[in-house]
């Protein structure tokens, strides 16, 4: 067993840091990559992080 991952080894376009999904649509990822969202092993919610833009759809989705 190697300490790189698959798709390092088979040299496959992919990112190690994970992608943050924001409530507007907008994506970014914790490594500041451009490498589109499908190709992240890991995905959370920005509320998971603490970005504002979660808490400010949740309110305006009650008012």
Aim: net charge negative; aromatic share 2%; charged share 20%.
């Amino acid at each position: 067993m190697t300490g790189v991952c698959r798709e390092c080894r088979e040299d496959l376009e992919h990112c190690h840091g994970t992608l943050v999904h924001h409530a507007s649509s907008a994506v970014e990822c914790t490594d500041d990559c451009a490498t589109p969202d499908g190709l992240h092993a890991f995905s959370i919610d920005c509320k998971a992080v603490g970005c504002v833009c979660a808490v400010t759809v949740a309110v305006s989705a009650v008012s």
